[in-house]
């Protein structure tokens, strides 16, 4: 089956920007551009000052802003169905949309867990009319994410999903897990694994280190992460089955799945953009903010994730986007669940901390944000002729103050809040459609990306 995304439906675009440098790093495009774009497709692409606008299209004046291709995040929590109260699949969307992502894969760790062809059904149902970006779906690997029975995973498939992960819990048994890649081999799409081993993490709410035995916290140890990578690229490699390691967070991680890689196994990894830019030093706020599973660890293991960035050891970027209510994190650290909202500062984020300290090149950034189309076998949005418009439209000289705003997430929980970044979005084109424009491209008027 060709794996489909879903959203609802909406005008498509009638939009000419221009004087935008467009840099899409797969096209091999660098350079100011005007974009035409008609009928929700890039109609056109011409010197700046080339382009004219049909009588029906609004104008959007980008010079001196950068537009890339869509963002694509791999790996989000809507939270629906179940947890509305932390974020639903409008809120989600329109927090993926405000930070240039043109499409999100939701992880099925909801409740009830999406593990049956039933929950998925009315969840696509419900992305059809709630999506302002289009959402894949992931289905669990076991029922109830229990680790003990497989879901019928051939059928999930024919209803939709990408592919099948237990994330929020490791796949405990090995023997499991290895029929589990049996089943893929057969029902195709891709087994993505949140690897932990829990009798190593036990009751750890931290990285295991200097700052959590300075607090008194209990610690989760890199090797809690590494050693079931290292188990599960075997497994993957002597079943040939389609493994993606979910949020790798530390070097040892990174050193079996080079390996992996080398050694010909069909593994691909992924890695966040708080691992790449915070340390477990942040904790020492004790701002439950900073929590989140696997933890933010050492400089060590952060250099080693934008070195491995860099290298295609990782393959794409994935905030692994996770809203929990205030009432549910404003506790003490060590009662406050994991996770961080990600998909509203991802990208000023690396900009800020990598491209800017001169860690990692701009257009590294944007292929590695838009590499996630490709693990679950879908198109990479790319700015040329006859595309679907997946258009970022970004500011680099522009600053701002996370948080400052109201967040597009219906959640707060964000570890980069109250953080200066540089690097703001301002429209964001999804399938076609104007998923999001900045307040000041409204206020500035033009009435331009009205339409
Ligand atoms: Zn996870
Ligand atoms: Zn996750």
């Known amino acids: 089956m060709i794996p489909r995304l879903y959203h609802r439906p909406a005008t498509p675009a009638e939009l000419l920007v221009t004087g935008a440098h467009v840099l899409d790093p797969r096209a091999d495009l660098d350079e100011p551009h005007d974009i035409l774009i008609r009928h929700g497709h890039v109609a056109e692409l011409g010197s700046p000052g080339s382009l004219s606008a049909p009588g029906s299209a609004g104008v959007l004046d980008a010079t001196g802003k950068h537009a890339f291709p869509g963002f694509v995040d791999p790996h989000v929590h809507l939270r ?25 894969i939701a992880m099925p760790n909801t409740s009830p867990v999406v593990d049956d062809p039933a929950i998925l059904d009315s969840l696509i149902e419900r992305a059809g009319r709630q999506a302002r970006v289009p959402v894949g779906f992931l289905a669990s690997i076991t029922r109830g994410l229990q680790g003990e ?43 993505a694994l949140h690897e932990e081993d829990p009798a190593l993490s036990g009751d750890g709410v931290m990285h295991e280190g200097a700052v959590s035995a300075r607090f008194g916290l209990a610690g989760i140890p890199p090797l809690s992460e590494s ?12 079943e040939d089955a389609r493994v993606h390691f979910l949020h790798i967070s530390c070097a040892e991680s990174l050193d079996a799945l080079a390996q992996a890689k080398q050694a010909g196994a069909r593994v691909t990894g992924e890695a966040c953009p708080h691992h790449l830019t915070l340390t477990d030093d942040v904790v020492r706020s004790l701002d439950s903010r900073f929590k989140m599973n696997p933890p933010l660890r050492t400089e060590h293991d952060r250099r080693a994730l934008v070195q491995a960035l860099r290298s295609g050891v990782i393959d794409c970027i994935a905030t692994d986007h996770a809203p929990h ?42 292929e590695r944000m838009t590499a996630g189309a490709a693990l679950y076998g879908l198109a990479t949005p790319r700015i040329a002729p006859g ?54 491209l409204t206020e500035a008027g033009a009435g331009a990306v009205a339409r």
């Open 387 to 440: 595309e679907p418009a997946n258009i970022c439209v970004a500011d680099l000289e522009a600053s701002f103050e996370v948080g400052a705003e109201r967040y597009a997430s219906r959640s707060q929980n964000c570890c980069f809040h109250r953080r200066t970044l540089r690097g703001r979005v301002l429209l964001t084109l999804a399938a076609g459609q104007v998923a999001f424009r900045a307040r000041m």
């Open 227 to 238: 050693t079931m990578v290292a188990r599960d690229a075997a497994l993957a490699r002597y």
């Open 80 to 104: 629906t169905p179940g947890q509305e109260y932390e974020e639903d699949l409008d809120s989600g969307t329109a927090a993926a949309a405000a930070g240039g992502f043109c499409a999100v």
């Open 325 to 366: 209510a205030r009432h549910e994190k404003e506790v003490p650290f060590e009662q406050a669940p994991m996770g961080t909202t990600g998909l509203e500062t991802a990208f000023a984020a690396l900009f800020t901390e990598l491209v800017l300290a001169g860690e990692l090149e701009l257009g590294r950034l944007v």
């Open 149 to 191: 029975e497989l879901t019928e995973m051939a059928e999930l498939r024919d209803a939709g999903a990408l592919g099948f992960t237990d994330d929020g819990k490791p796949v405990v048994s090995a023997g499991l897990l290895r029929k589990a890649l049996q089943y893929q081999r057969l029902a195709g799409g891709v087994v």
